[in-house]
């Protein structure tokens, strides 16, 4: 009979969120290699204690499975993370003054990028122009998305190096905003974004690398030990694959990552993708598609006309038919789809497109998935459930709405069906957490937060009724996320066998005022049995 191993590391806690149960308990955890070897009363764990074992005694800390964030963008994220942040802005001007001290402070950036503008928070509520921009600077290029990113401001520079005047052409899906005289006035919706961003995304491999690293370092202080890196529009996110084998080479890859690009790749080279990354670091996991916009562009497909403007009812990227055809072919060769989509239309259409592939190729277990899903149809509600489709969800950008201007956009008939969280996981529909970084910040305690709370930015709880408990938001966020990627045998909960991918928070959340939720802090990320972030201050022993 072999000896038992000795644990590297044993955790012990007095809050020990398993996610097996809906409260903590005090236990310990022993882990050996990068596995749980062991969980239970700290005298159980004795055993597991040997010469070189480090412990750690975190009291009233929550210790957790670590955070699964089921739905970001990996570098654009880093690179508007490290750009200027514009939504504490109220005005075109102090939006337009922001930029300007960050151009001053940034003299060696090429570009100007950034994020969070949003004019519905604005005294006029008017799309800003390129003009303003100008006059601040004129001489480097400026591109700035909307806090939805389906849109961007940009200054003359960036139309004049992207060659884009009254003389081009719109894309398949978005356009470029102009005035009465045909010209460009710095206002870009949907792929026209894409213009611009071929040219300011092409950065060096040293940049790349030196983005992704921070990434990887503040996924780790957030307290994320897996992620689903999402297909995004106009830049492939495949771009970047290499890169992240590159550090998963290097051992350097410290947090999980699940590739999804784009539906529109052929099969053949999305199977190839499927083939080469099948890692416990580093794995594909499904393809991403986009069937609808936002509301605040009117580019989200609404059943039936939006409220301000009955001549719309929103914007299709592609056709019923198209999208149709795409998921049954995909959903044929065994691939996950999970599709973008806002409107009440579009998840509709979304549903019918993976009712069409069960019928065509058979029910199976694929966890077709729908993202977003801000506004749902009372009669598409229970088909989640029935259709076996997962609702991946993001509570943080229900508070960056502006509530009147988003309700005024689709009538007082859809607002009560806005965000439906609560009511989804009611009909026993999965239901996933996550930011859409940097849509959101990439902190999982916000996200938290919302989904309890539905506080939202004018600080009163928007249809609270579709607020869930703290245990379902947890389970949201680890166990969901681990079933959305087909492995919840190994990871999602803090059980004997699986993964070692372990949370710890300053406060036991269970215990706190709900305010307190969105002040947490983390303690230590531990990945794979590594800790890659530790800020336990001499809590081991």
């Known amino acids: 009979m072999s000896a038992q191993k000795k644990a590297d590391i044993i955790l012990t806690g007095n809050a020990v969120f398993t996610g097996v149960s809906n409260r903590p308990s005090p236990a310990s955890i022993a882990i050996v290699d990068n596995k749980i070897a062991g969980i239970g009363a700290e005298n159980e764990m004795e055993s597991f204690i040997g010469p070189n074992t480090k412990s750690y005694q975190f009291n009233?800390?929550?210790?957790?499975?670590?955070?699964?964030?089921?739905h970001l963008h990996i570098m654009m994220g880093s690179i508007l993370e490290n750009g200027v942040h514009l939504s504490a802005a109220r005005s075109e001007d102090e939006a337009v003054q922001m930029v300007s001290r960050y151009s001053e402070a940034h003299q060696e950036e090429e570009w100007i990028i950034g994020v969070g503008w949003d004019a519905s928070y604005w005294n006029d509520k008017q799309?800003?122009?390129?003009?303003?921009?100008?006059r601040v600077v004129s001489d480097r290029p400026i591109l700035l998305y909307h806090a939805e990113m389906h849109y961007a401001w940009v200054n003359s520079k960036a139309l004049e190096i992207c060659n884009i005047n009254q003389f081009t052409e719109n894309p398949s899906y978005g356009y470029i905003n102009r005035d009465e005289n045909g010209i460009p006035t710095g206002i870009l919706y949907e792929e026209a974004t894409g213009l611009i961003e071929q040219k300011a995304f092409a950065f060096s491999k040293e940049k790349e690398r030196d983005l992704f690293k921070k990434f990887l370092e503040l996924s780790a202080h957030v307290g994320i030990t897996s992620v689903n890196d999402m297909y995004g529009g106009s830049i492939d996110n495949d771009k970047y694959y290499d890169l992240f084998k590159e550090f998963e080479e290097k051992d350097e890859l410290t947090t999980r990552i699940h590739i999804l690009p784009s539906i529109d790749k052929d099969l053949e080279s999305?199977?190839?993708?499927r083939n080469k990354y099948t890692s416990d670091k580093l794995q594909f996991s499904g393809l991403k598609g986009f069937i609808d916009g936002v509301i605040t562009s009117r580019t989200a497909y609404l059943?039936?006309?939006?409220?301000d403007d009955s001549e719309t009812c929103g914007e299709l990227v592609y056709s019923p038919e198209v999208i149709k055809n795409k998921v049954v072919e995909a959903d044929r060769e065994g691939f996950r789809i999970r599709f973008h989509a806002i409107g009440d239309g579009a998840v509709r259409l979304a549903l019918d497109a993976f009712e069409e592939a069960q019928k065509a190729n058979g029910k199976k277990d694929i966890r077709h998935t729908i993202e977003h899903v801000e506004?749902?149809?009372?009669?598409?509600i229970f088909r989640f459930q029935e259709l076996d489709v997962i609702a991946s969800m993001q509570p943080e950008l229900m508070a960056q709405?502006?509530?009147?201007?988003y309700a005024s956009l689709i009538g007082k008939e859809k607002e009560p069906f806005v965000f439906p969280v609560n009511t989804l996981m009611g009909t026993g529909a999965t239901v996933?957490?996550?930011?859409?970084?940097?849509?959101?910040?990439?902190?999982?305690?916000?996200?938290?937060?919302?989904?309890?709370?539905?506080?939202?930015?004018?600080?009163?709880?928007?249809?609270?009724?579709?607020?869930?408990s703290l245990a379902e938001a947890l389970k949201g966020y680890t166990m969901s996320p681990a079933y959305g990627t087909f492995r919840e045998h190994e990871l999602g909960t803090l059980e004997i066998g699986k993964l070692a991918d372990i949370t710890v928070l300053d406060r036991n959340l269970f215990e706190v005022p709900v305010e307190e939720i969105r002040d947490a802090k983390v303690r230590l990320t531990m990945v794979d049995g590594k800790v890659v972030y530790d800020h336990s201050e001499g809590l081991s022993r």
């Open 60 to 70: 009233d800390h929550l210790i957790m499975p670590g955070f699964h964030d089921f």
């Open 127 to 134: 799309q800003p122009h390129r003009s303003s921009l100008d």
């Open 270 to 273: 999305a199977k190839q993708l």
């Open 303 to 307: 059943v039936g006309p939006y409220a």
């Open 375 to 380: 506004v749902i149809h009372p009669e598409d």
């Open 401 to 405: 709405s502006e509530r009147e201007n």
């Open 432 to 468: 996933t957490l996550g930011t859409d970084f940097p849509v959101a910040p990439l902190n999982p305690l916000l996200e938290i937060y919302r989904a309890v709370t539905r506080m939202s930015s004018d600080g009163r709880p928007w249809h609270a009724y579709e607020g869930i």
